[in-house]
């Protein structure tokens, strides 16, 4: 029975080799697939598409189908982050990818969810104020991560720009901690079936009179940070703007201000 055992077990030398063989192979596809990223870039030019290269929508269900992948051994937060390093690798060898991190009262957090969300390769910033943030957020290729805070009501700023939109929300797993910050950029937001919804109210109503409004309308709605005379809510779902559902919701000054998937692991 004991040398049954000893003869099933392999030796740590033959662990080392498989280990040193899987890398050599993990390097050679990992190298092939950045390579493609400039035959990415050829074809988009060639389509006439010279806009900003992220497509949030599409990195989330590139993870989605990545996490319901069967796995033996590697866990949720493994596959994100080097998904989330090959993704943004990509993405900056097409263009001049870039971030903008306003962290408010703690910026080395807003650093650390900054990296975990949008990898090493973009290159990043510290902005003095929110405002500074957005800036960034309006240049070619970048994007902008701001708190979720309620000293600082910078998402009220984007009701009077549209071409600014909300569209992730970090850290993208429950496990990595409660959502603390938004990443806005001039992007295009999309559906991608578990999503939520930012969306501003300057209603004087309590909180739940503005819930319960919403939810007549079968909306679940979710307050995460107010100041100034406005309110941010989470909205359970993907909303357009025009959204009829939304068309009697309390305020005098309200509005869709972006969309970002669910956290992964809720």
């Known amino acids: 029975m004991g040398s049954d ?26 190298d092939e697939r950045a390579s493609l990223a400039g035959a990415v870039a050829a074809a988009k030019r060639a389509s006439g598409d010279t806009g900003f290269g992220l497509r949030p929508g599409r990195e989330a269900h590139i993870v989605r189908k990545l996490l319901e992948t069967p796995r033996k051994g590697a866990s949720d937060a493994l596959v ?26 703690d910026p080395a957090r807003a650093v650390e969810l900054t990296r975990l969300r ?17 800036a960034i957020a309006r240049s070619p290729w970048g ?12 998402w009220g700023r984007l009701l009077a720009e549209p071409k600014l939109k909300v569209f992730a929300a970090l850290p993208c797993l429950a496990s990595w901690g409660p959502q603390a910050a938004l990443a806005v ?4 937001v999309e559906p991608t079936g578990h999503d939520q919804t930012f ?13 319960e409004t919403l939810s007549q ?48 692991d809720v």
């Open 143 to 154: 994007v902008g991560v701001l708190p979720l805070a309620s000293d600082t009501p910078w």
């Open 80 to 105: 994100i982050r080097i998904w989330r390093e090959i993704m943004a690798d990509n993405l900056a060898r097409q263009g001049p990818y870039h971030l903008g991190v306003f962290g408010g009262r």
């Open 5 to 30: 055992t000893t003869a099933a077990t392999p030796s740590l030398e033959e662990v080392r080799w498989r280990l040193d063989a899987i890398d050599t192979e993990l390097l050679k596809l990992l």
């Open 118 to 134: 949008f990898g090493t390769a973009p290159r990043l910033s510290i902005a003095a104020t929110a405002q500074d943030a957005l």
């Open 199 to 211: 969306w501003v109210t300057d209603s004087t109503k309590s909180v739940s009179a503005i819930v």
């Open 217 to 264: 309308t079968d909306v679940a709605a979710e307050l995460i940070a107010e100041a100034g005379g406005l309110r941010l809510f989470s909205l359970s779902g993907f909303f357009q703007p025009d959204d009829p559902r939304l068309a009697r919701a309390p305020g005098a000054l309200t509005g869709v201000i972006g969309a970002a998937p669910e956290q992964f």
């Open 185 to 188: 950029a001039e992007v295009e």
